[in-house]
């Protein structure tokens, strides 16, 4: 199970209530900080705008490749670990809206960890050190340590011990 805080809604559908829950302002400057990032090729300058700007927790030698996308409301709930690689067009999602409520959770990328390109992980996953996570998989629960993921829904495919 994700741990994620679950907030009920009333009346229309809990996006309609998104700058009840994060400022307007706050989501402007993260999306043009995103955007820049998204598109620099200076892994050095992509780490230093999320940790100046977005408070994300991002270990030394971590490389985000080109095209990822953080989460926009929540980037300050994302943690990655050091000497760690996040793939091409890789989404790291801390919130999401549903019809009756929104969920917002940690996100927590261990230690020398490789995320494929084109995956998904949703909010209030753990991802443990040395895992790998295969292409274009959905992470929508905890990775364990050493472990080899992949596909939607997500599958181990290798434990460390095998």
Do not use: C
Request: charged share 20%; glycine share 8%; aromatic share 10%.
């Amino acid at each position: 199970m994700r741990r994620t805080e679950r907030h009920k809604v009333e009346g229309s559908n809990s996006l309609w209530h998104v700058y009840k829950t994060v400022p307007f302002w706050k989501v402007m400057r993260n999306f043009i900080v995103i955007q820049m990032a998204r598109y620099t090729p200076f892994l050095r300058m992509k780490n230093w705008l999320y940790r100046t700007f977005l408070g994300v927790k991002v270990g030394d030698q971590t490389s985000f490749a080109l095209m990822v996308m953080l989460d926009v409301m929540f980037p300050e709930k994302i943690s990655v670990g050091k000497n760690s690689v996040i793939g091409y067009n890789t989404t790291i999602l801390a919130h999401e809206y549903l019809i009756h409520e929104y969920r917002i959770g940690m996100v927590e990328i261990g230690d020398e960890v490789l995320i494929g390109a084109n995956t998904t992980i949703l909010p209030g996953v753990r991802i443990g050190d040395g895992a790998i996570v295969s292409a274009s998989t959905l992470v929508h629960k905890d990775v364990p340590a050493g472990a080899f993921v992949g596909g939607n829904p997500m599958q181990v495919i290798r434990l460390k011990d095998e």
